[in-house]
């Protein structure tokens, strides 16, 4: 068995899509065309016009209109926060919150149980983007310690 790599592509002759390794069907299939396996990397390939002619891979004027636009796209998009400190996430609530948030773990489990994770040495950092965190807020929310706003603004990592 060799390794081998193809390159499929559409009807315009753009590349969309490979596979590439020790194949089970080692034979170009429909719309393929092989293509080195030496040192194979796909981003060689990705958004580029084949020219049957030449055997060539080029990146055209509408896949490099597309690429600039995908990538500017990426730019703006939002970025999601990323883990933060435990201590930095504590510091995401006011005063008068944490002495709520307290007071409330104190009948409450599932604020106890969020409370005492925080707590564990072994926890270092706080995913905002998990579902934990966003099921604790809400909680919150719920139970009026915290308004949806001040949600919000805890999600996004914005101090008080």
Request: glycine share 2%; charged share 20%; aromatic share 8%.
């Amino acid at each position: 068995m060799t390794a081998k790599a193809f390159i499929k592509l559409d009807s315009t002759n753009h590349v969309v899509s490979h596979r590439a390794g020790i194949l089970q069907n080692p034979n170009p299939e429909q719309g393929e065309v092989e293509v080195p396996f030496a040192e194979f990397d796909f981003e060689n390939y990705i958004f580029k016009l084949y020219n049957p002619s030449t055997g060539e891979f080029t990146a055209d004027s509408i896949t490099q209109s597309r690429t600039a636009q995908q990538v500017a796209a990426i730019a703006q998009a939002p970025k999601p926060p990323l883990p933060i400190p435990t201590g930095n996430f504590k510091q995401l609530f006011t005063l008068a919150e944490r002495s709520a948030i307290k007071t409330l773990a104190q009948q409450d489990f599932l604020v106890q149980e969020f409370l005492s994770t925080l707590d564990d040495p072994t926890v270092l950092t706080v995913d905002l983007n998990s579902n934990m965190v966003s099921d604790y807020l809400n909680h919150l929310v719920t139970t009026n310690t915290i308004t949806a706003e001040r949600k919000t603004a805890v999600l996004a990592n914005q101090q008080p």
